[in-house]
């Protein structure tokens, strides 16, 4: 038996989020969430934010590269909301005063011209439906203390999704090689790491495809308009007072980020 239910969750992480205070993993305190129950609290997470006023504007892949997945101890891939509320203008400095422990993340992210829906969509299908194609940048900040969570917790705090920015330049998916596409991550102007698209399950397309087919399990599709970040390329790497982090990419232009 346990206290825990969804609801209950939902609320727990939500205020750790307001208060900008870190908590302990739930499954400390609630070991059998499995993970079907934590995607109901991830949507009823984002059910209370859409109540509240925000707009689902798509979604995010997380820990679809080796470099994430081993960092977090943990090996698959999972989808995650992000509203309007998440989006921060290119060239706007992270709130820190917002956020507990931010860190940044390069992404190859997707535009949708269309409706895509699961199953059976293939990285060629699914680009199809892509509209153009941005580099971009993730400020993730898990509500767990030191980012330390087994699979259930981040699938239910959203894939610590905290804001995301879009790269300006968009380009169309066609003539570009995403696998050979690569990033500089820059800190400070100094390279801490680099990248290929293919770090994100071969090719960005096949991350696209993975959400579209991981969100039809749960009758929901990719609408046309939304975002979709299709996880971090490489580490991320913390935000900081004053610290200015760059990525760079081949054909999709650069990113920057810098905390307040
Ligand atoms: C989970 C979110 C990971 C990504 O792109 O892999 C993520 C975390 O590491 O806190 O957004
Ligand atoms: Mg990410």
Redesign the pocket.
């Known amino acids: 038996m346990t206290d825990w239910t969804t609801d209950r969750a939902a609320d727990a992480l939500l205020d750790a989020e307001a208060r900008r205070a870190d908590r302990g993993p739930l499954t400390d305190e609630w070991p059998d969430l499995d993970l079907r129950t934590a995607y109901e609290v991830q949507d009823r997470l984002v059910s209370r934010r859409v109540g509240a006023g925000e707009e689902v504007v798509g979604v995010?892949?997380?820990?679809?590269?080796r470099a994430?997945q081993q960092?977090?101890g943990v090996d698959a891939p999972l989808t995650a909301w992000l509203t309007d509320a998440m989006v921060l203008p290119a060239g706007e400095p992270v709130p820190l005063d917002e956020l507990i422990h931010p860190r940044v993340?390069p992404?190859i992210v997707f535009v949708l011209g269309r409706r895509l829906r699961g199953p059976g969509v293939t990285a060629a299908t699914a680009l199809a439906a892509v509209e153009s194609v941005h580099c971009g940048a993730?400020v993730?900040d898990?509500r767990y203390t030191d980012?330390r969570?087994a699979l259930p917790d981040?699938v239910a705090d959203n894939?610590?999704?905290a804001r995301v920015v879009l790269g300006s330049t968009g380009v169309p998916p066609a003539g570009l090689d995403l696998a050979l596409e690569a990033c500089l991550l820059q800190v400070d102007g100094e390279v801490v790491d680099s990248a290929t698209g293919a770090a994100v399950q071969g090719n960005p397309a096949e991350a696209l495809a993975l959400a579209a087919n991981a969100l039809a399990e749960r009758d929901l599709a990719l609408e046309p308009g939304w975002l979709v970040?299709t996880?971090?390329m490489t580490d991320?790497v913390p935000v900081t007072s004053g610290k200015q982090i760059t990525a760079e990419f081949t054909r999709l232009g650069s990113v920057t980020v810098t905390g307040s």
């Open positions: 995010k892949l997380g820990l679809t590269s994430e960092r977090m993340e992404e993730e993730i898990s980012f969570f981040v894939a610590s999704a970040f996880g971090g991320a």
